[in-house]
Each structure stands twice: as C-alpha cells, then as structure tokens.
C-alpha cells in the first residue's frame, strides 16, 4: 500500500523563498504541491503562474484558511503543511 503526499504551502509576499520550498517538496517525491496564497503584494504569483508542476491557489489570508483550502482540493493521503 502506496501512500500519496500532499505539500500544502500557505503564502503572503514569499517570492524569495517558494521555489525552494516547491522544489525541496517535489525533490523528496511529494505526488502533489499546493500553493495557497493570501493576497500577495510581490510577484509570488506571477512566478507562480509559468510552473505546470504545482496546483496555484488563491484565498483570503490567514495560515488556517489558506491550509483549509488547500487540504480541502488536495488528493493525497497524507497531508503536510
């Protein structure tokens, strides 16, 4: 019995740093990354968009709802935040 990972990473103004959160997922065979975003300011989306590899999702902000929206449409066993 295969178990699915899902990476639900909640976001605010995190340019610097998504990619590398996405991509240290995807890296240790996460089956699918969501990125939650809470109204960013910066181009965290705008980088978000060119990537075909990740679910981009968009919620009003605050950690619990992001991380509620993303389990919500995740597909994986295991969730981690």
């Known amino acids: 019995f295969i178990l699915r990972v899902s990476v ?8 610097p740093h998504v990619v590398g959160a996405i991509d240290s997922a ?3 065979g996460a089956d699918e990354v969501l990125v939650v975003d809470g109204g ?4 965290t989306l705008e980088l978000l968009s060119a990537r ?3 679910v981009v999702l968009r919620s009003p902000a605050g ?3 992001q991380q509620n929206l ?3 449409l995740s597909h994986g066993d ?3 935040f």
Do not use: F, K, Y
């Open 52 to 54: 075909d590899d990740i």
């Open 70 to 72: 993303g389990a919500s």
């Open 26 to 28: 995807l890296n240790a």
């Open 8 to 15: 639900i990473i909640p976001t605010i103004n995190e340019m």
């Open 63 to 65: 950690r619990a709802r």
């Open 40 to 43: 960013s300011h910066d181009a």
């Open 78 to 80: 295991v969730l981690l």
